[in-house]
C-alpha cells in the first residue's frame, strides 16, 4: 500500500524558485519518487496556484497538478481547521493553512507536504494538530518537508 501524500502550495512553486536553489532541487528530486507514493492537493491549493500573476509560471505550475488526485474544500474542513486556530495551532490569519491541514486529514492522508515551515512543518504545530485530532476521534496527520518522506 502506498503512502497517501497531500502537497501544499510551497511544494508545487519551490519546483520553480530559482530564488532558492537547494529547495528547487529537492523539490525536483522528490518529484522523481511521486510514482511511489498515492498523490493529491486540495483545492485551496489549486486556488493558490491561480493567484500567481505570471502566466507562464501559473500554467507550469498546473502542469505539475497533472498526476494529483484534487480535494474538494468542505464545510467539515473549514469547521476542522475553525477548531485548529480555537486550539492556538493556528492564528485567525493563517486560516488557509489550517484548511491545507484539515483537508489532508480528513481525506485521509498519511502526510502533509509543505515547505512552509513557519506555519506548518515544525514540532510545536504538528502537536496542537494532533491533540485537535485526538480529540475529535481523527487519525494522526504527518506535516513534513519532501526530504522528510
Known sequence: MKLRI????SVFSAYFDDRATDRKSLTREFWQTLA???????????EELRQTADMNLRSEM??????FQIIP?????RNLAEKYILAAAFTRTMFND????????????????????????????????GG?????GLPAIDILSPPEL
Open 6 to 9: 497531500c502537497a501544499d502550495t
Open 36 to 46: 511511489a507514493y498515492e498523490c493529491s492537493a486540495s483545492q485551496l491549493a489549486v
Open 62 to 67: 498546473e502542469s505539475l497538478l497533472k498526476p
Open 73 to 77: 474544500v468542505t464545510d467539515e474542513m
Open 98 to 129: 489550517a484548511v491545507h491541514v484539515a483537508s489532508a486529514t480528513l481525506s485521509r492522508q498519511d502526510v502533509l507536504v509543505s515547505w512552509n515551515f513557519k506555519h506548518l512543518v515544525n514540532r510545536r504545530r504538528r502537536a496542537l494538530v
Open 132 to 136: 485537535v485530532n485526538v480529540a475529535s
